[in-house]
């Protein structure tokens, strides 16, 4: 990729000028890329993408089928698999090196089957939740996808919108951008057509717009110079190339990972060094040394993590809950409280205004009229209280006409509150109508109106405005304040303008509590999850709330108290506290870290542009189907609704994939440990190998064949009841205590064998073949769950596949030359009963020891819900 002298990545198809295209006219850079004020046309904008590529910063295609395929034999297993079949064919073994590649490519394809369709439905979940911008093509607006966007196209902006690309501004009203990200300015910077000097940099580009960035109010045409990976944020991440931070969940598959290869190598070693020690052919030895390796691996569970995860996403998508990322699945399972908003979430939402009173507190029209000029001209960030007091006014026989609108000074979250600027009838008296936060606005104001004048805001006056913002907020309602002042004809408005203004009135909101709010809240509390509700809105109307939903309203901090804390002093605070309200925007992830810091593992649902920092911190972020596009791109869930109860059913089936997920692990090892752990046992104590190796690749294969079904598993509701982690400790002791288990019914099968059979090496082979896969493939009925496996029903797949590799076993001795390859004989009926008999008395005794073992271990809520600290 060549590049301009200031740095900036070229496209490959951009005239000279567009570098740099910051300094020069947007009529020239318009032309340069072959388009205009309506857009490019539709074949021209085919014809950039098919040139320049998609507007993506990572080039991260799904992979093709062959792909995908060619994948499975990249892992080390498939390799051991290899290098053993290579030796039986340097050797002329042309049947067990058959043997062998039949069974790598049996379990490769078993693998790519399940993995190929989960990543299918993975894709169209994405698919869902692409991101879209709206477009001009051939002069009309349309929506696309953001990796359709080109040079040359024109986009319409707003608040909330992610910025898809870079480009310039061709008309801007009241456009604030955040490009914290860019240049590192916290606060928003505004955007205005232009042109700028061809040095400047990033930050003094005031006529450009950046990837990454997002729009904080106002409106924007921009054109669009540089997509994907020749953006600003392109180069820069080109450069960076940062590794992603690992997940909870991915941290506890890699020391799983870990456990794994220290038990492999002390086994295979041992049993390398005692066959050569006995003189044991070489080939032979390596064979049964490499065959125990992959015996012990669950060389299935990159698959069964796919498909267990991905059957999870689908299942909780029909529930309105749609995984972004899929190893969120488990941290949602994890989670120990939820961040949440009370607007929407505890509220209907659904707010009108309930009455417009004057500073005496009387209902005065003129408040009305002078809010509902301030929302109806408002064209920042679109609410729900702008939209009350429109309707409003509209039920009042108010209107904008004879009003022109001059200027705006945008909300920010800073000042809480927004200025609008309007005449009457071309007057050159000017009119600033502010309306906000109750606290913010009679901070700016100087004057009271009562009556037709305005009397000085007198402390007494400023303590009976405050008992009346108090009573009404205590009542449940949400109060705003409005302020004016009156300028001569001046050109310019700014945030300094917003003094000695004068005190008009209140605003009073209704948004009443769901009816189903408390019920969701106690339903998740019954799950492990405790609520924390953080919100800008004032102490008093929030502690009503909390109250009306059964939280604790003495529980509370408020913003000023946060900002006079220490992080130690947060720390211990925070998770005794309910309610964090007036809060400002840049307390929420401190609030996050804070209960982290404390060993929780923290869910946030927001969907505000002020939510994306908080999202981010959190170890689950959780956004809405309709959230602002800088909310729902940092979250890992959507909800396509804003409901608790909706939420709770996806918490839920984060646990059931995790717990089912954690029984491949669990129960797949274990038994392979044991039977591991049996042949390295036997193999100084027999004259012969206690199995081939190729009937160790087989009994592996066979036995992973029903695991695929335990996706489908159902879950106890004790195991739904509580958050669960990773744990790799209780893994490895699951693994010795059950393995152990099995190893006893090994060394009990290897006597009835030699003692009572004088079982020959084929005999021995065959029958010890059928009971270890017996006891693999039954086992799973049993260790599923912590109850009598009499008590909890396994899911009908996992049973019937279970019941047919069973059939399965007792078939093989008995298929003629097919047996024969693998040195299977024949078992008589008394052979067969005491295969059945040692099979059963294994099923009894690990029922036993199960009961023993969930005695010994329980599980244990309430330092499950601590989660792990970090």
Known sequence: MDRSPEGLARPPTAPEHVTGYWSHSTTDVMASLGSSSGGLTAERAAAQLATVGPNSVQDAPRLSALRLLLRQFESPLALVLAFAASISLMLQQWVDAGIILAIILGSSLLSFFQEYRASSAVADLKQRLALTARVLRNGTERTVPVKEIVPGDVILLSAGNLIPADG?????????????????????????????AAKAALSERTNTV???????????????????????????????????????????????????????????????????????PVVDSLLFAAALAVGLSPELLPAIISVTLSAGARAMARRGVIVRRLDAIENLGSMTILCID?????????????????????????????????????????????????????????????????????????????????????????EMITKGAFAEVLAACKFVREGDGDLPL???????????????????????????????????????DEADMTFQGFLVFQDPPKADAAQAIGDLARLGVGIKVISGDNRFVTAHVARTVGLDPRALLTGEEIAGMRDEALWHTAPRTDLFVEIDPQQKERIVRALQRTGHSVGYLGDGINDAPALHAA??????????????????????????????????????????????ISITTSANFGNMISMALATPLLPFLPLAAKQILLNNFLSDLPSIAISSDKVDPERVAAPQRWNVKDIRRFMIVFGLVSSVFDLLTFGVLLYIFHAGEALFQTSWFMISLLTELTVVL??????????????????????????????????????????????????LAAVALIVGGYIVATEVAKTWYFRRFPLNPSSAAMGAVR
């Open 168 to 196: 310039l501004v061709l008309e801007a009203q009241d456009f604030l951008v955040t490009e914290a990200s860019m240049t590192g300015e916290s606060f928003p910077v505004k955007k205005r057509p232009g042109v700028v």
């Open 210 to 280: 950046f990837l990454g960035a997002s729009v904080r109010s106002g409106t924007a045409k921009v054109l669009v110079v540089q997509t994907g990976r020749r953006t600003e944020f392109g180069a820069i991440a080109e450069r960076l190339r940062a590794r992603p931070e690992e997940t909870d969940f991915a941290r506890g598959v890699r020391q799983f990972g870990y456990l794994l290869i220290r038990v492999m190598i002390i086994i295979v070693l041992f049993v390398l060094t005692v066959n050569v020690a006995l003189d044991r």
């Open 342 to 430: 009370k607007t929407g979430t505890l509220t209907t939402g659904t707010i009108v205004l309930h009455d417009a009173l004057d500073a005496c507190g009387a209902r005065s029209k003129e408040v009305l009229r002078l809010a509902c000029l301030n929302a109806a001209f408002e064209t920042g960030i679109a609410n729900p209280l702008d939209a009350a007091l429109v309707v409003a006014g509209t039920e009042a026989g108010l209107s904008t006409d004879g009003y022109a609108k001059l200027d705006e000074i945008p909300y920010d979250f800073v000042r809480r509150r927004l200025t609008i600027v309007v005449a009457r009838n071309g007057a050159g008296q000017h």
């Open 458 to 496: 007198e402390d007494r006056v400023r303590a009976r405005l405050e008992a009346t913002f108090e009573e009404r907020s205590s009542e449940g309602f949400r109060v705003l304040a409005v302020a004016t002042r009156s300028f001569l004809a001046k050109s310019d408005y700014d945030r300094d």
């Open 619 to 664: 170890d689950v972020g959780v956004s809405v189907a309709e959230a602002v596009d800088v909310a729902r791109d940092s979250a890992d869930i959507i909800l396509t609704s804003r409901d608790l109860g909706v939420l709770r059913e996806g918490v839920e089936g984060g646990r059931r994939t995790f717990a089912n997920t954690l029984k491949y």
């Open 782 to 831: 049993v260790l599923r769950t912590r109850r009598s496996a009499l008590q909890s029903r396994p899911s009908r797949l996992l049973l019937w596949s279970t019941l047919a590799a069973a059939a399965a076993t007792f078939a093989i001795p008995f298929l003629g030359q097919a047996s024969t390859l693998f040195g299977f004989v024949p078992l008589s009926v008394m052979e």
